[in-house]
């Protein structure tokens, strides 16, 4: 089955730097790879996501980017703000399996 | 759009009782629904994927009698821990598909303490 590592498991950094949170996935079949964003206690909310047609894609300060060869993707936070401090999962899925599997998540904090 | 909802948010209950959790899509109809667990700090497991008018499929691992999982209508699963014990203490979170999309979206969780 499928398998998705995520890097690092915890990211610091400060206010109006960059974060990059990196995951890989072992199945080529996978072909959907959503990121999510939860803060503490609450549910995971979708923040972007992308499709393997595509190579990346970008809303507003956030970004992703896939590799499908690598099977790696990426989130990239630009301009990072204290209320981007939260854990943040990254997932994929096949169209096929319907389910999506969860990579462990990263605890990025933004340091004012 | 697409808002799910889950109830209860909060439960205690005595070890050897069940206890059932219910979650909704709001405005739309969701043919799937998936039931997580997710432990303090650690990634959302996914237990069950609950199909509408057809036995839900579980991940290895995780006890059909013991997760009883619902999914009578378009818009309700439900999931229902039966004879709860201390190490049923988690937080879960249902899910749900709307049709003929990838995106699934999260409930608010409930949080489950067995005593």
């Known amino acids: 089955g499928e398998n998705v590592e995520q890097h690092p498991s915890t990211l610091s950094v400060q206010e109006g730097d960059s974060a990059v949170i990196k995951c890989t996935y072992s199945d080529s079949a996978s072909n959907y790879f959503p990121w999510y964003k939860q803060e503490l206690g609450k549910r995971p909310q979708l923040i972007i996501d992308?499709?393997?047609?595509?190579g990346e894609k970008k809303d507003q300060r956030i970004a992703v980017t896939l590799n499908k060869t690598a099977k790696h993707f990426s989130l990239h936070i630009t301009e990072t703000q204290p209320e981007d401090s939260a854990v943040y999962f990254c997932?994929?899925?096949?169209?096929?399996?319907?389910?999506?599997?969860f990579g462990k998540g990263t605890k990025l904090t933004v340091n004012p | 759009g697409a808002v799910v909802s889950q109830h209860p948010s909060w439960v205690i209950c005595k070890s050897g009782t069940s206890v059932k959790i219910e979650c909704r899509s709001l405005d739309f109809q969701a043919t799937t629904m998936f039931w997580y667990r997710q432990f303090p700090k650690q990634s959302l497991m996914l237990m069950a994927t609950?199909?509408?008018?057809?036995?839900?499929?579980?991940e290895q691992g995780v006890e059909k009698d013991k997760f009883l999982i619902n999914h009578a209508s378009l818009t309700l699963s439900t999931l229902t821990v039966t004879s709860a014990h201390p190490e049923d203490s988690s937080f879960y979170i249902c899910?749900?598909?709307?049709?003929?999309?990838?995106?699934?979206?999260f409930g608010p969780g409930t949080r489950l303490l067995v005593l």
């Open positions: 899910s749900a598909r709307v049709p003929g999309g990838e995106t699934q979206y």
């Open positions: 997932a994929a899925g096949s169209g096929g399996s319907e389910k999506l599997v």
């Open positions: 992308i499709r393997s047609n595509v």
């Open positions: 609950s199909n509408e008018g057809s036995k839900a499929t579980y």
